[in-house]
């Protein structure tokens, strides 16, 4: 499983090794469950489902709600 790192001000490299910030560490709890649950699909379902539920506009959509 990918996950990206966004995009930070300034140098690639400095923005990776960069620590992360209260807003990025309130999020890693939410992210580790997605995660969880992407497993299960590939698990269970298959990769392919877990690429169509998970993947593209209506997921980012989704997930935005």
Same mark, same amino acid.
Do not use: H, W
């Given at each position: ?8 001000a300034g140098s690639?490299? *400095?923005? !990776? #090794?960069?620590?992360?910030s209260?807003?990025?560490?309130r999020g890693?709890?939410?992210?580790c ?6 497993v299960?699909?590939?698990?269970? *379902?298959? !990769? #392919? ?7 593209g ?5 989704a997930?935005?709600?």
């Amino acid at each position: 499983i990918k996950i990206g790192i966004g995009r930070g001000a300034g140098s690639t490299k *400095d923005y !990776v #090794l960069t620590d992360f910030s209260v807003d990025e560490r309130r999020g890693l709890q939410s992210l580790c469950d997605l995660v969880s649950e992407i497993v299960e699909f590939i698990v269970t *379902d298959g !990769v #392919l489902v877990a690429m169509n539920r998970f993947n593209g506009p209506a997921a980012r959509d989704a997930s935005a709600s």
